[in-house]
């Protein structure tokens, strides 16, 4: 039997499969169920997202024996819908199908009734590269087509469709599917295939595929043909020309330390290990960004490449001007290698600016600093000071190891208002009704959808201050009704705070579990609503949820498709039920 793909073998076969696009899931799953299905679709978003795979899935559930909206994968149909070979739903490829006659030819078969199914699906791929006369032909028949005949386009380039047939459909826009959920379908995958895998291998892949399935399961196609039954990091970065992580942090250490030798040697040894320049420059501006937003923030939760601990050797090392001169440069450089002839040349003359203007501040430190070294040697041995030159890197590492003392000073100071907060203003009556904390029961559950409204209307202000009076709740830990509860809560951070909810963010699944069960929730809201003097929705996440989610919601910002806080509208009192 022929070898097939692994994107072709682990499609997906029922809705929860698919990677990501939960949105769109959810849509087509309710649609289904309350059967007001539309007669055309558009679905558009960049590659290897899951728009033909959709497509499919949603044939298969519009003809399952079983019924509409099921995927049995048992029945003839869903088989056939699978293999490719159903009569019913037809796949045209639009960029080798683009012209009126074909488009003709479609318009004449619509009309036959379906020979097995109960509807006839006509799935258009690359729809954008129909002629306009094309289009022109397909407009009525898509607005008005039979009952039994359901158009699906998918598209990468939705702008160049008229608006015209856009205004027909129903616009669906797959967004890039988040690390956490490519992830999860890579490990799920490499386990069937019984396959050893590093993780950081797979995400090494993952940032390649920028946030396709299709492409990280192409590329992991690739790495298993040139290293047999295990994935390994320096695999990937031997065949697709990268740097590793440690490659890349010490690359701009040299460049801070003004290093020219040491950066010209690593990027003659990326050149001759085929690393693009491109790629390293936008790695390069990824690790930085992190440096500064844990340079400015100590928030750990925002981090995309770096970790906390590399992340805080780079920023305790780098100062604020350098780290901001090092960025603006990278960033220009972007644009910049459009106009240029050899890359290389201009990346090393990059680098050697970024070098020799950081060497510039570090030797005005020097020639300050040795100052007073001289006072103290002619006190003893003048002769000394013509062996100064030797010496003369004393006082830059004097200089970073106070740096690095004071920094934990300004983070221990909060100690006073541990004091203060051991008699919080806030009371916890000592004879309410003893609450057991419940492990077991029914659960609160909220979609991604739902927690990223109550992230568009988070006060962060107000966590910020809440933050700041969590320890609070020690004083009520051994409280002899609600004590276990208070304890569940502190082992939680604040996530998000509105004005109705609080969702706080556990380390473990089991915590956020416990905080949810429906039976734990008067008690839960209780405490909190002392402590912030109004009535709350308490909710739990875990830890990599709440990543998962700072992912998606940053995606849809970034593809302005977040909803605006004017039109969100949560009501908690249906959430309770």
């Not at 890579?186 to 995400?203: F, G, R, T």
């Not at 966590?463 to 969590?470: Q, S």
């Not at 699944?509 to 839960?524: E, G």
Request: glycine share 4%.
């Amino acid at each position: 039997m022929a070898y097939k793909a692994l994107y072709r073998a682990y499609r997906p076969q029922s809705f929860e499969e698919v990677a990501g696009q939960k949105h769109i899931v959810r849509t087509l799953k309710n649609a289904l169920v309350s059967n007001k299905i539309a007669h055309a679709y558009l679905f558009c978003g960049p590659r290897g997202t899951g728009k033909t795979t959709m497509a499919k899935l949603f044939a298969k559930a519009l003809n399952c024996e079983e019924g509409i909206g099921h995927q049995c994968n048992k029945c003839s149909n869903c088989v056939e819908v699978t293999e490719g070979t159903h009569p019913d739903v037809i796949e045209i490829d639009a960029a080798s199908n683009n012209g009126v006659e074909q488009v003709r030819e479609l318009i004449d078969k619509v009309n036959y009734l379906p020979i097995k199914g109960k509807y006839k699906v006509y799935i258009i791929d690359e729809v954008h590269m129909m002629t306009a006369n094309a289009f022109n032909a397909l407009l009525k028949t898509l607005e008005e087509p039979p009952a039994h005949v359901i158009f699906i386009l998918a598209t990468t380039e939705p702008h160049n469709i008229l608006p015209t047939i856009v205004s027909r459909c129903q616009r669906y826009d797959f967004t890039k599917v988040s690390d956490a959920d490519i992830f999860e379908r890579m490990v799920e995958i490499l386990q069937k295939e019984d396959i050893s895998y590093d993780e950081k291998a797979v995400n090494a892949i993952i940032s390649l595929a920028d946030g396709g399935v299709r492409d990280a399961l192409s590329i992991l196609d690739q790495i298993l043909a040139y290293s047999g039954s295990s994935l390994k990091e320096e695999d990937v970065y031997a065949l697709f020309g990268l740097a590793s992580l440690e490659e890349k942090l010490s690359f701009i250490k040299a460049i801070y330390n003004g290093d020219v030798a040491t950066c010209l040697t690593k990027i003659n040894a990326f050149s001759e290990g085929g690393v693009d320049l491109k790629r390293l420059t936008n790695d390069l501006l990824d690790i930085l960004k992190d440096v500064l937003i844990i340079k400015k923030t100590k928030d750990d939760s925002q981090l995309t490449v770096l970790n906390l601990l590399n992340a805080d050797e780079l920023a305790n090392m780098i100062d604020m001007r350098f780290l901001n001169e090092m960025i603006g440069t990278f960033l220009k450089a972007q644009s910049d290698y459009k106009t240029v002839a050899n890359i290389k040349t201009m990346f090393e003359v990059i680098v050697l600016r970024l070098a020799t203007s950081n060497d510039a501040v570090v030797e005005t430190v020097k020639k300050v600093e040795p100052i007073p070294q001289k006072v103290e040697v002619k006190e003893t041995k003048p002769e000394i000071i013509v062996e100064q030159p030797m010496v003369e890197e004393e006082p830059m590492v004097e200089e970073k190891e106070t740096v690095l003392v004071k920094e934990p000073k300004t983070e221990i100071k909060p100690e006073p208002v541990a004091e203060k907060e051991e008699t919080p203003e806030w009371h916890l009556e000592e004879n309410s009704p003893k609450q057991e904390l419940e492990t077991e029961g029914d659960h609160y559950e909220l979609d991604d959808e739902t927690i990223i409204k109550f992230m568009v209307l988070g006060e962060k202000e107000e966590r910020k201050e809440l933050m700041t009076r969590w320890n609070e709740l020690d004083a009520y830990i051994s409280h002899p009704s609600l004590g276990k509860i208070v304890a569940l809560i502190k082992d939680g951070r604040p996530f998000i705070v509105t004005k109705e909810a609080i969702i706080l963010e556990y380390d473990f699944v089991k915590l956020a579990d416990k905080l949810n069960v429906k039976t734990n929730q008067n008690s839960v809201s209780e405490v909190l609503s002392k402590m912030i003097g109004r009535d709350v929705f308490v909710y739990g996440i875990s830890r990599s949820e709440s990543v998962r989610l700072i992912k998606a919601f940053n995606n849809l910002r970034q593809i302005s498709k977040l909803p605006r806080a004017s039109e969100i509208s949560i009501k908690i009192e249906e959430i309770k039920k």
